[in-house]
């Protein structure tokens, strides 16, 4: 069925063929990642009038303008128990509920949510540091996710926590995913690896960025916030930062600018 429409946004790719009538130069693709993991096909994008993207080889061409992917945040999402990848859509936390939520994380500790997959050497890579600082850190450190203690929701375990180990996929500029907002959204402090220019989107005192190439310093700069309590001093900053992820980087705001 065709439809009438002002304006057509396309967010990373569509799963089918879709028919509507829109001004050519209102359609507009907001792609979701980064080149070195997926390249538009110069033919695909000429169906655009505009293209919304944090990749470097396309805000070179006409017609683009840079954002970041505007991912969805997953935190209070829970998935079908009958299908494991498909959301439930009667079962999640909205906007209104992190809007009035101001969280209770009150365990004083390192929470790192990740896999124990191993199928690239990105991979490798991120489980080794994340090995590294268990031992470094021995007690101050919890992990979840497959392969290790099992959870349904990130939230249920960040929105306990003072801090989190944020790793993103790829390290690119304009590249930051769901990982940080759910990071925020749960009213967690995030040590960041990921983003080179994260701190261009949020306060500097909201996140501490960490290198794969320097665990020294990740195990001092954690060591030493929960030691210090730096939590509940940048507490203010971390509200901030929410909001921003609620009212600034959502989807409906970034393709109203």
Same mark, same amino acid.
């Given at each position: 069925?065709?439809?009438?429409?002002?304006?057509?946004?396309?967010?990373?790719?569509?799963?089918?063929?879709?028919?509507?009538?829109?001004?050519?130069?209102?359609?507009?693709?907001?792609?979701?990642? $980064?080149?070195?993991?997926?390249?538009?096909?110069?033919?695909?994008?000429?169906?655009?009038?505009? /293209?919304?993207?944090?990749?470097?080889?396309?805000? #070179?061409?006409?017609?683009?303008?840079?954002?970041? $992917?505007?991912?969805?945040?997953? /935190?209070?999402? @829970?998935?079908?128990?009958? &299908?494991?990848?498909?959301?439930?859509?009667?079962?999640?936390?909205?906007?209104?509920?992190?809007?009035?939520?101001?969280? %209770?994380?009150?365990? %004083?500790?390192?929470?790192?949510?990740?896999?124990?997959?191993?199928?690239?050497?990105?991979? @490798?890579?991120?489980?080794?540091?994340?090995? #590294?600082?268990?031992?470094?850190?021995?007690?101050?450190?919890?992990?979840?996710?497959?392969?290790?203690?099992?959870?349904?929701?990130?939230?249920?375990?960040?929105?306990?926590?003072?801090?989190?180990?944020?790793?993103?996929?790829?390290?690119?500029?304009?590249?930051?995913?769901?990982?940080?907002?759910?990071?925020?959204?749960? &009213?967690?402090? $995030?040590?960041?690896?990921?983003? $080179?220019?994260?701190?261009?989107?949020?306060?500097?005192?909201?996140?501490?960025?960490?290198?794969?190439? &320097?665990?020294?310093?990740?195990? !001092?700069?954690?060591?030493?916030?929960?030691?210090?309590?730096?939590?509940?001093?940048? !507490?203010?900053?971390? !509200?901030?930062?929410?909001?921003?992820?609620?009212?600034?980087? %959502?989807?409906?705001?970034?393709?109203? @600018?």
């Amino acid at each position: 069925n065709e439809r009438d429409c002002d304006f057509f946004f396309v967010l990373h790719g569509v799963e089918r063929p879709e028919l509507a009538k829109c001004p050519s130069e209102n359609v507009v693709l907001v792609t979701g990642e $980064p080149e070195s993991v997926f390249r538009y096909p110069s033919k695909y994008l000429k169906q655009f009038g505009c /293209v919304l993207t944090c990749q470097q080889s396309l805000l #070179k061409k006409k017609k683009t303008l840079k954002s970041m $992917p505007a991912s969805p945040w997953f /935190v209070g999402a @829970q998935m079908l128990s009958r &299908n494991p990848w498909v959301w439930d859509e009667n079962n999640y936390l909205d906007y209104n509920y992190f809007c009035l939520e101001t969280g %209770n994380n009150s365990i %004083n500790k390192l929470a790192v949510v990740t896999s124990n997959k191993v199928t690239t050497k990105g991979h @490798q890579r991120r489980l080794d540091f994340i090995y #590294k600082l268990k031992e470094l850190l021995s007690d101050l450190v919890d992990i979840y996710g497959t392969g290790f203690i099992p959870i349904k929701d990130k939230y249920e375990i960040y929105s306990k926590y003072k801090y989190a180990l944020i790793i993103e996929n790829s390290n690119y500029l304009d590249y930051w995913t769901e990982k940080i907002a759910d990071c925020y959204l749960s &009213n967690c402090f $995030p040590f960041y690896i990921g983003c $080179p220019n994260i701190k261009t989107y949020f306060p500097d005192s909201s996140l501490e960025e960490l290198s794969f190439d &320097n665990l020294e310093y990740a195990v !001092k700069a954690i060591k030493e916030a929960i030691m210090n309590d730096r939590y509940n001093r940048v !507490k203010p900053i971390l !509200k901030e930062a929410k909001r921003m992820v609620l009212d600034k980087y %959502n989807i409906f705001f970034v393709i109203l @600018q």
